[in-house]
Nanobody, 116 residues
Framework: QVQLVESGGGFVQPGGSLRLSCAAS????????MGWYRQAPGEQRELVAQ???????YYADSVKGRFTISRDNARNTVYLQMGSLKPEDTAVYYC??????????WGQGTQVTVSS
C-alpha cells in the first residue's frame, strides 16, 4: 500500500521558516517524481515544487528563491524547506508522487498558516 504522510505544518509569522516532510511508504522516492502542491479554500490546487528521480527541480515563480525541495533516499522522505514566508503562502500543502507506472498518489495534507 502506498502512503504519503506529511508533517511539519503549523502557524508561523511572516518572514519565518518552516520545513515540511513527506514520509513515503510503498513507493521509492528516488524512482518517482515527487512534488509539493498547495490549496487554499475556494482556490485551485497549484504545484509549488517538484523533484525528479534525477534530482532536477522545478519551482513555481511565487516561491522561487524562498523554497527548496529535497530528498533523502535513505529515509525515503521528501522535504520542502520554506523560508521568507508570506501570508499568501497560507494553504494546505500536499505531498504528491508519480510512480514509475504513471500512478498518482497524494498525502492527506498539512496546514500552513502564515500570519501575524
Amino acid at each position: 500500500q502506498v502512503q504519503l504522510v506529511e508533517s511539519g505544518g503549523g502557524f508561523v509569522q511572516p518572514g519565518g521558516s518552516l520545513r515540511l516532510s513527506c514520509a513515503a511508504s510503498g513507493i521509492i522516492v528516488s524512482n518517482s517524481a515527487m512534488g509539493w502542491y498547495r490549496q487554499a479554500p475556494g482556490e485551485q490546487r497549484e504545484l509549488v515544487a517538484q523533484i525528479s528521480r534525477y534530482e532536477h527541480t522545478y519551482y513555481a515563480d511565487s516561491v522561487k528563491g524562498r523554497f527548496t525541495i529535497s530528498r533523502d533516499n535513505a529515509r525515503n522522505t521528501v522535504y520542502l524547506q520554506m523560508g521568507s514566508l508570506k501570508p499568501e503562502d497560507t494553504a494546505v500543502y500536499y505531498c504528491n508522487a508519480v510512480g514509475s507506472r504513471g500512478q498518482i498518489y497524494w498525502g492527506q495534507g498539512t496546514q500552513v498558516t502564515v500570519s501575524s
